[in-house]
């Protein structure tokens, strides 16, 4: 039977999914659930949830936890219910009623995980070529494998995409964003007070800081046992990026340095440039025992779909993180992917169909970012 008699027949497509991350876990959930086989191929041997701070829930993320009976999305998130802007003194500018609801990275992604199958989900498997006319692709241990459709969610660094499109590359944005998680109970009660209940900024005049509450590291949700996550976007002001972004081990990192990679000297600056901010933020970057730094970029295709390969998510598309909208992406675009499976006649016209839709949509949110950037860490 060819792959689009089977597929006719009722019993679902063969989904091969390049990369294990949020993007590629919300594909193989949202197929699995409409009848697909998908298979996910994930390079790093090592669990990833160790890695990673707050992430803004958004509506469509929760949605997809509850319609696929994954959890209550209540139950590993955490909610603001004001928008505040500080002086830089630290008094209260400015404050919006407003409710925000946060996840942390760890917590969606053990979810999303565990809602997955272990023997569908192999670790340590670098996909290194595809082919997009036979949907195959070749893995790092010399193996190929044939689908009926292949999905790289791989990620800013996605090498499909390279292969696909050789000419696009990731655009450096002039500034950074530096980060950290502190635990609650490491905190003065003065500073928990300050933050507890409120999405806090303050907006100097080329850095931009911001604080909300997230779980903690097993996804606790109390007061007492969340953890504070910090984002402050801050301009390199002359600095060399090459010496920011050399590690522990003296690598130059292309895009972000992992907690406790920074170097000593590189943290000293940091810390003593944060006597800018105000006192209750300073105290919060102060004590981050682990702060990290990533480098901000666009990044924009011309089209999600090759013949038989996707790109999904930040394969495709990555938009600043002032939109809050990278996991909520991939997982509109896992979504969309299989509700277009399910309503159009053959692969190719569904592949057409999701590509145009998800398409726009991914390169409105790019410029939408890049607007919202540039506007906040004043550069023109
Ligand atoms: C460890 C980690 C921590 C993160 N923490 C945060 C956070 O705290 N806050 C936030 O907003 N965003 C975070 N992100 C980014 C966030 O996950 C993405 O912006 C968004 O969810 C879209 O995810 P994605 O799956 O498209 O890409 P990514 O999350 O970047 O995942 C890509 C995945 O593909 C794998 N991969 C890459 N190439 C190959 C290949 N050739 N073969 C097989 N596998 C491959 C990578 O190892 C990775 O697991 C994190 C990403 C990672 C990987």
């Not at 303050?202 to 911001?210: F, K, N, P, T, V």
């Not at 970057?285 to 990290?292: A, K, N, Q």
Request: proline letters at 4%; one cysteine or more.
């Amino acid at each position: 039977m060819s792959n689009e008699q089977s597929r006719q027949s009722g019993s679902g497509l063969d989904v091969l999914i390049s990369g294990g991350s949020m993007g590629g876990l919300f594909t193989g959930i949202a197929l699995a659930r409409s009848g697909h086989r998908p298979a996910i191929c994930e390079r790093s041997a090592g669990a990833l949830e160790s890695r990673g701070g707050g992430i803004v829930a958004q509506r469509n993320i929760r949605r997809f936890l509850s319609d696929h009976d994954i959890v209550d999305p209540e139950e590993i998130t955490t909610r603001s219910h004001e928008r505040r802007f500080l002086t830089e003194s630290g008094d209260v500018e400015r404050a919006v009623s407003e409710t925000m609801v946060f996840t942390s990275w760890d917590a969606l992604y053990r979810q999303l995980r565990d809602a997955f199958p272990d023997e569908r989900y192999r670790t340590g498997a670098e996909v290194t070529a595809v082919t997009p006319e036979a949907a195959a692709v070749r893995i790092d241990d010399g193996t190929e494998r044939t689908a009926d459709v292949v999905v790289a969610a791989e990620g800013g660094q996605s090498s499909t995409r390279a292969q696909l499109y050789p000419d696009v590359e990731p655009e450096f944005a002039s500034y950074v964003a530096w980060r950290g998680v502190v635990d609650e109970a490491d905190l003065s009660g003065a500073c928990v007070g300050a933050f507890d209940g409120t999405f806090t900024f303050y907006q100097g005049a080329d850095q931009l800081i911001l604080a909300y509450f997230i779980p903690g590291p097993d996804g606790e949700t109390a007061p007492g046992s969340r953890r504070l996550n910090w984002v402050w976007y801050d301009t390199l002001d002359g600095r060399d990026r090459g010496a920011i972004f050399t590690d522990t081990s003296d690598a130059e990192r292309r895009f972000s340095v992992s907690p406790g990679r920074l170097r000593d000297p590189v943290r000293r600056r940091q810390r003593e440039r944060a006597a800018t901010l105000p006192p209750v933020f300073e105290t919060l970057v102060s004590e981050t025992s682990e702060p990290f730094v990533q480098a901000i970029y666009d990044l924009t295709v011309p089209a999600m779909v090759a013949d038989r390969v996707c790109l999904l998510g930040d394969g495709a598309f990555v938009a600043r993180p002032h939109t809050a909208a990278g996991t909520a992406k991939a997982a509109g675009d896992a979504t969309a992917l299989a509700d277009a499976l399910a309503s159009r006649g053959s692969v190719n016209d569904a592949l057409a169909a999701w590509d145009r839709t998800r398409t726009e949509y991914g390169a409105g949110l790019v410029a939408r970012g890049k607007e919202m950037g540039d506007v906040r860490l004043n550069l023109d």
